[in-house]
Every structure is written in structure tokens, then in C-alpha cells.
């Protein structure tokens, strides 16, 4: 007798083409509490699972849906791109060629979207990471769009607003990426001077040189739930000090307990928040550039001769930025 017996004839048995295959990607595994979500009602809940509420990581087009009125973004500085200074190459490939079939796959110049664009009717200068490419890593080019967009922001004096999403600086191109840092860092602190508001949004991760330098610069700084802020990874910070780690470390809550974050908003919530946020910041900043002028005058009566331009005039100034040139640094013009 064998092993395998059919005691009852005649059983139907489901051939394999006869399966019901369901489409490819209707559902998603949720790594927050493993469910198993629908993936339209994901799309409908702004990528937010609707039981634990992790949120899953989204692209930069998404992001801009989700902050601007409709219509209302329009992209600068699309042909920035960076060119390969240093002809690097890792194990796999040429960095030049990487980059190539990275702009192909995610349509984008480069790692940060940049535009101009409304909120609510107020109208913003707008900065979105996508981790799609290259980790949302900051080369020359990363750098260059971030700074050229907060001296567009600064020239029309309208808030600067900056979702970072991103592993640092981009190890391809050096110390031209570590560069990035100041530059970017110099021009938020014209910025600054002239009163105009930049607000900084943290999304899961925000890491490296980017949290090091533009990230944590600004006015306010908001984050969503449990997204990953640090510098080192925790791994390598481990290792380092041969110590257990707290629970939770490198957690925008954990950080925010830290000071290091001014809100945490969930992502439903991050329009309004941006928005009471923008309000704010405007109107503090009208009365600073007021007080300003008001100082200016009073300054005028009694020195004929001022040493500084009002603060409405700094964005006709040249802006001193550190780092190469644009062309030493293999960057295209301006968009
Ligand atoms: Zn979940």
C-alpha cells in the first residue's frame, strides 16, 4: 500500500492555470503592523495605514499633491544636473551611466524637485526629495537647485518650504557634496537677515549632510511620525561607543524630546499645519522687516550715510556663496 492514498474517488483537482491571480500590487504588506492593506485605500489615505498609521514612503510628485493647490507648482532649475566631476565609479558602474538610467526610471533632473508654487493662495518657493533617486543623496547639482531656490524665495521675499527626504551627502561626488552643506547653509542665513521664513520638513529618513546642514536650519521645523533623524546610522554609532542604544533613538519623537524638532505631523495633517505655520512666520516677518525700516529711518536721521541696504533690497544684492563655481563643479545653467 502506498503512502498517499485516495480513499474517495472522483475529487476535483484545481489545475494551476486555473487559478484566480490577483493584479500585481493591489495589496501591500504594511511594515508597521504587517496587515495587509488595499492598496486604493492607501492611495485614498495619503499612503497612511489606516491601523497603525505608519507612513509609507512616497515620491516627490506625491508630496507636491499633497502640499500645493492643484495646478499651481511649477518646476525650476530641471537641467541642473550633476556631470560627473571626479569620472567616479563604484563596484557596479560608472556614476555617470547610474545617473543616466536614474533620471530615465524616475523622470527627475536630479534628487530634489524644486518650484515655485501656492499654498492655500499664498504663494511659496518649494523644495521635495525624492529617495527614488539615489537615496535622495545631495551632490553639487542637489546643492546648487537648493540654493538657487532659496535666493529665488529670498529675491521675491515668499517662504521657502523644504521636505527632506534622504540618506546625506552623495559619496560619488566627495567633497563637493560635503560642500553642499555650507552653501546651502550660507544662503538660508541670508534668508534669515532679510526676515523670510523657511519652515523644514523632516520625512522618513532624513540623515547625513542633509540633517547636518539646510534640514535643520529652519524657522520651524516639522517632521512626520517615526521618521528616521540622525547624522550616523544607528548601527554605525553602536559600534562606535560599544553601547546599547535607547529605544526609539533616531526618531523624530525621540529627537523632538531632544529639541531638535518643533512638530510632529501626520501627513493628513500636514497641508494645514504647513499652512497655520506660514501665517505665522509671515506675519512675524512683516513686523520684523517694518521694525527694520522702521530702524533704517531713525538710523538715516541721525547717520546720513547707512552701511546696510533695507532688508527689501537684499535679494538685489549678489549673494557670496562658498564653493566652486558652478562650472568647476560640472553644472549645467539655470533652468
Ligand atoms: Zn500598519
Request: hydrophobic residues 40%; contains cysteine; proline residues 6%.
Amino acid at each position: 500500500m502506498s503512502w498517499l492514498h485516495r480513499a474517495k474517488q472522483g475529487v476535483k483537482i484545481q489545475r494551476p492555470a486555473e487559478k484566480k491571480e490577483l493584479p500585481e500590487g493591489m495589496w501591500m504588506k504594511c511594515p508597521g503592523c504587517s496587515d495587509i492593506i488595499y492598496r486604493a485605500e492607501l492611495d485614498k489615505n495619503l499612503w497612511v495605514c489606516t491601523r497603525c498609521s505608519y507612513h509609507f514612503p512616497i515620491s516627490a510628485r506625491q508630496y507636491l499633491e499633497i502640499l500645493t493647490d492643484p495646478g499651481s507648482f511649477v518646476e525650476t532649475y530641471r537641467s541642473i544636473t550633476s556631470l560627473d566631476p571626479l569620472d567616479f565609479r563604484d563596484a557596479a558602474e560608472k556614476y555617470r551611466l547610474k545617473l543616466k538610467k536614474t533620471m530615465l526610471r524616475t523622470n527627475l533632473s536630479e534628487a530634489v524637485l524644486t518650484g515655485r508654487a501656492r499654498l492655500h493662495g499664498r504663494e511659496i518657493v518649494l523644495g521635495v526629495f525624492d529617495f527614488a533617486f539615489l537615496g535622495g543623496s545631495m551632490g553639487s547639482a542637489v546643492g546648487e537647485k537648493i540654493a538657487r531656490a532659496g535666493l529665488d524665495a529670498l529675491e521675491r521675499r515668499v517662504p521657502l518650504v523644504i521636505l527632506s527626504r534622504s540618506g546625506g551627502a552623495r559619496m560619488h561626488e566627495s567633497v563637493l557634496s560635503l560642500m553642499q552643506m555650507a552653501k546651502t547653509s550660507a544662503v538660508l542665513a541670508k534668508l534669515h537677515e532679510a526676515s523670510v521664513p523657511f519652515v523644514s520638513i523632516m520625512s522618513n529618513p532624513t540623515t547625513g549632510g542633509v540633517s547636518a546642514s539646510f534640514a535643520s536650519l529652519g524657522d520651524v521645523i516639522l517632521a512626520e511620525p517615526r521618521a528616521q533623524i540622525g547624522f550616523a546610522g544607528p548601527r554605525v554609532i553602536r559600534e562606535t561607543i560599544n553601547q546599547e542604544l535607547p529605544s526609539g533613538f533616531q526618531t523624530a519623537e525621540f529627537v523632538q524630546e531632544c529639541g531638535f524638532v518643533d512638530l510632529i505631523v501626520s501627513r493628513e495633517n500636514m497641508r494645514a499645519v504647513l499652512h497655520r505655520v506660514l501665517c505665522f512666520l509671515c506675519r512675524e516677518a512683516v513686523e520684523a522687516a517694518a521694525e527694520g525700516e522702521v530702524a533704517a529711518r531713525e538710523g538715516e536721521a541721525s547717520a546720513p550715510a547707512p552701511a546696510e541696504p533695507a532688508p527689501h533690497d537684499i535679494g538685489s544684492r549678489p549673494v557670496e556663496v562658498p564653493g566652486p563655481p558652478s562650472r568647476e563643479i560640472g553644472l549645467h545653467g539655470p533652468a
